[in-house]
C-alpha cells in the first residue's frame, strides 16, 4: 500500500487505485458472494411460498370474470339506473345475447353462473338453462330480445336479476371482504346478510376464543412437565423428554382419531365412568363433535410446542437464584413468583406465540372431532377452495386471518417486546 496522505493525494492500494474505492469494491465482491449463497434458497421461498400466496390473496378483490364474459352488457348497463326499479332497455338485451353466445361457444357462461351465484342464489341454474336456448339465437337476426329472453326465463324479467350483474361487474371489489364479515354488496352500498346466512363473523370469534382457551391450556398443563424437566438430572430428563417428542412419531391424523374414539359417547372415557360409577349408562357425557372436543383434542396435539420453548429457558435458569432468595428469608412460594416465574416468561411467551399461531389455522382435528361447533374459520376457508370452489372468499377470510394474527403479534411485542421471547 502507498501511503500519499503527506502529499494531499488519495491513499492508494497496492495495485494502485485509491483505497476507499478498492474498499468498496471488495466489500460489495463480498456481499455478492453472500448473496449467490442464499439465492437457493430465496428462490425457493419465492417460488413455492411468496407467489402462490400472494396469487391466491390477490384473489380477494380481483373480479374479472364478469367484465371478461360480458363486455358489452357491462358497458349497456352503465348507463342503466339500477335504483330506478325498471328493467334495462332494449340495447342492453341486445348486447347480453350477443356476449352470451360467445360465452357459450366457449362454455364460459357455466363459470359466470357460479360466480354470480354465490351473490344471489339461482344464477348458477339460471345461466345454465338460459344458455341452452341461448346458443340457438343469431344476434344479428333474431332482433329484439327483451321479451325473448323473458320468454325464455323470466328472471330475466327481474330487477333484480341485472342488479346482480350491473353490481358485480366491476374488476377490482370488495365483495368478497364484505361477505367475509357477513355483509354483501349491492346498487345501494354494504348491506347485512340475511341472518340465516351470518356464520362468518362467529365462526372468527370461536377460532379466537377457542385458540387462546387451548394456549392457556398449554401453558397450564405445560408449565409443571418443562419444570420438572429442567429440575430433574440430565440423564432422567432425557428419558422423559422422549416421552414428550413420542407424538411427533405418531400420525396427526391417527392420534385425532384416537381421540375420537376416546371421546365419544361409547368411547373408552365414558366407558370407564360408567364402569365406575361416576356416570349412569343412559346419562353419558357428551365430549365429542362440540368445542370440549376440539379443545382437548388440540391441546394434546400443541402441548409439546408448548413444553419445549418453556423446557429450554428453564434450562438456562440457575438454581442459585431461588436458593439465595430462600436463604434471605423467601418461602418457596416467593421464590417461585418473585424469581423463578419472571425468568421464564420468555419461555411462556415463545410457547404461547407458537401455540396460538398453529391453533388459530387448524382445521384438520376441528374437522373429524368438532362436529358443527367445534369447527375453526380454516374449516370454512378449507371447504370453499375444495367444495365451493369460491376462491374469492377464502382467500378474503384468510387474508383477514393473516390480519389478525400480524395484529396479535404487533400487540405482543408491544405489551410483552418480541425481544423478550427466547427458544433457548
Avoid at 365429542?288 to 429450554?312: C, D, E, K, R
Avoid at 421464564?344 to 406465540?353: H, K, L, M, N, W
Avoid at 391453533?359 to 384438520?364: D, E, H, K, N, S
Wanted: charge should be positive; charged fraction near 15%; proline fraction near 5%.
Amino acid at each position: 500500500m502507498t501511503d500519499t496522505a503527506a502529499t494531499g493525494g488519495p491513499v492508494l492500494a497496492a495495485d494502485g487505485t485509491p483505497l476507499k474505492k478498492s474498499l468498496a469494491r471488495a466489500l460489495r465482491i463480498q456481499k455478492l458472494r453472500a448473496l449467490a449463497l442464499i439465492a437457493p434458497l430465496l428462490i425457493f421461498v419465492l417460488v413455492s411460498f411468496i407467489i402462490p400466496i400472494g396469487t391466491m390473496l390477490s384473489r380477494s378483490v380481483a373480479n374479472d370474470l364478469v367484465a371478461d364474459t360480458l363486455p358489452l352488457t357491462v358497458v349497456a348497463l352503465e348507463s342503466w339506473d339500477a335504483e330506478s326499479g325498471e328493467l334495462p332497455d332494449e340495447p342492453v338485451y341486445a348486447a347480453f345475447v350477443t356476449d352470451m353466445v360467445a360465452a357459450i361457444a366457449v362454455k364460459r357462461h357455466t363459470r359466470l353462473g357460479t360466480r354470480l351465484n354465490y351473490e344471489q342464489t339461482g344464477m348458477s341454474s339460471l345461466f345454465r338453462k338460459s344458455g341452452r336456448k341461448i346458443k340457438k339465437l343469431d344476434p344479428a337476426a333474431d332482433a329484439p330480445f327483451k321479451d325473448t329472453l323473458i320468454g325464455i326465463n323470466k328472471d330475466w324479467g327481474d330487477v333484480e336479476t341485472w342488479k346482480v350483474l350491473k353490481t358485480h361487474s366491476v374488476r377490482i371489489t370488495n365483495g368478497y371482504f364484505l361477505n367475509a364479515i357477513d355483509m354483501r354488496r349491492t346498487p345501494e352500498g354494504a348491506q347485512a346478510q340475511p341472518e340465516d346466512k351470518q356464520i362468518l363473523v362467529t365462526l372468527f370469534q370461536r377460532t379466537l376464543i377457542m385458540s387462546l382457551v387451548i394456549t392457556a391450556s398449554c401453558i397450564v398443563l405445560g408449565y409443571p412437565v418443562a419444570w420438572i424437566l429442567a429440575n430433574l438430572p440430565a440423564r432422567t430428563a432425557n428419558v422423559l423428554m422422549i416421552l414428550v417428542l413420542l407424538p411427533f412419531w405418531t400420525s396427526l391424523l391417527v392420534r385425532t382419531s384416537a381421540w375420537k374414539v376416546m371421546l365419544q359417547q361409547q368411547g373408552v372415557i365414558n366407558e370407564v365412568l360408567v364402569w365406575v360409577g361416576l356416570v349412569a349408562d343412559d346419562a353419558r357425557l357428551v365430549m365429542i363433535n362440540n368445542q370440549f372436543g376440539t379443545i382437548v383434542a388440540m391441546t394434546h396435539i400443541l402441548l409439546p410446542f408448548m413444553i419445549l420453548p418453556m423446557y429450554s429457558v428453564m434450562q438456562t435458569i440457575k438454581p442459585t437464584y431461588v436458593r439465595a432468595a430462600k436463604s434471605m428469608g423467601a418461602t418457596d412460594w416467593t421464590a417461585f413468583w418473585r424469581i423463578y416465574f419472571p425468568l421464564s416468561v420468555p419461555g411462556i411467551g415463545a410457547g404461547s406465540i407458537l401455540v396460538f399461531i398453529l391453533a388459530i389455522g387448524y382445521y384438520i382435528t376441528p374437522e373429524i372431532v368438532g362436529g358443527t361447533k367445534g369447527v375453526f374459520i380454516s374449516n370454512r376457508i378449507a371447504y370453499h377452495i375444495s367444495s365451493s370452489l369460491n376462491w374469492g372468499l377464502a382467500a378474503a377470510l384468510g387474508a383477514i386471518l393473516l390480519a389478525v394474527v400480524l395484529i396479535l403479534y404487533w400487540a405482543y411485542d408491544k405489551i410483552v417486546g418480541i425481544d423478550n421471547v427466547k427458544l433457548g
